[in-house]
């Protein structure tokens, strides 16, 4: 069974930064392109940003892009969201996700393509 842990949420003021981590407890996670969503009250789970197995290849929505950095780490299986300038309307939880293929399978940005998932960690940034 894929465990997928993240870490790192947590109260920030607009314009502050924070990173998120996610672990991995599978050994094949250095063949996954990993992903982040969020997930806002009332709202769909969205994409946010996408890493290949490789960290070769990334992928962000349009909303953080100049703004977020994905990253991972294959010797520790674990995945990375830096977060900067960070503003109100990225308060959501934030969750990381795998699909349920290794390479060459690359998902796309919507959850249906994503077969493993964390438990979520709440991000809140203040104006």
């Known amino acids: 069974q894929v465990q997928l842990v993240e870490s790192g949420g947590g109260l920030v003021q607009a314009g502050g930064s924070l990173r998120l981590s996610c672990s991995a407890s599978?050994?094949?996670?250095?063949?996954?392109?990993m992903g982040w969503f969020r997930q806002a009250p009332g709202k769909e789970r969205e994409f946010v940003a996408a890493?290949?197995?490789?960290?070769?290849?990334?992928d962000y929505v349009d909303s953080v892009k100049g703004r977020f950095t994905i990253s991972r780490d294959n010797a520790k299986n674990t995945v990375y969201l830096q977060m900067n300038s960070l503003k109100p309307e990225d308060t959501a939880v934030y969750y990381c996700?795998?699909?349920?293929?290794?390479?060459?399978?690359?998902?796309?940005?919507?959850?249906?393509?994503?077969?493993?998932w964390g438990q979520g960690t709440q991000v809140t940034v203040s104006s």
């Open positions: 890493v290949s197995w490789n960290g070769g290849t990334t």
């Open positions: 599978e050994g094949a996670f250095s063949t996954w392109t």
């Open positions: 996700a795998a699909p349920p293929y290794g390479r060459p399978y690359h998902p796309g940005t919507t959850p249906r393509q994503y077969r493993y």
